[in-house]
């Protein structure tokens, strides 16, 4: 059983980081794609994974969607270190540039995620997802929105 982030107490950082000592389940899209946090800072994030070959699209390469979902987990769990516990957040908007293709030879990933500017009410944030050697592989940016908790 997983622990929504609607069940969180203290703040976000706290929250990340009891996940990275695995003191509370992680991340369910995580869990379905082979990720997992591995790092947490204010500001900052780091997932690690390997896509495994039921991520593989038509042409034989991961597909994008197992990319741009691990990069959004980055930006948005970047953002959550950053807020106190009385605030939330949704993914406003997220943009991915593919740089090389990711197959299952590549071996392990690295996604780091961090605040790139952190307002009141939008969070701008980016993402790069590296092989084991550093090699760019994918880059994204995306804003996310500051909510107030209920």
């Known amino acids: 059983m997983n ?3 609607a069940q969180r107490t203290g703040s976000g950082l706290d929250f990340v980081q009891r996940i990275v000592r695995r003191e509370i389940p992680g991340v369910p ?3 379905l794609l082979g990720f997992h946090v591995a790092e947490a800072e204010a500001g900052r994030v780091v ?3 390997q896509p495994d070959r039921r991520s593989y699209n038509l042409i034989g390469i991961v597909h994008g969607g197992w990319a741009a979902s691990i990069l959004d987990t980055a930006l948005a769990l970047a953002t959550l270190s950053t807020l106190d516990e009385k605030s939330s957040f949704t993914t406003l908007d997220i943009r991915i540039n593919y740089l090389r293709p990711i197959t299952v030879e590549t071996g392990a990933l ?3 995620g961090r605040v790139l500017h ?3 009410r939008v969070a701008l944030c980016e993402a790069k997802l590296t092989d084991r050697e550093g ?3 994918a880059h994204g940016t995306g804003s ?3 909510l107030p908790r209920e």
């Open 3 to 5: 622990i929504a982030a």
């Open 29 to 31: 899209i995580g869990e």
């Open 47 to 49: 997932l690690e994974g």
């Open 110 to 112: 690295r996604a780091e």
């Open 118 to 120: 952190g307002g009141r």
């Open 135 to 137: 090699r760019l592989l």
């Open 144 to 146: 996310c929105l500051v």
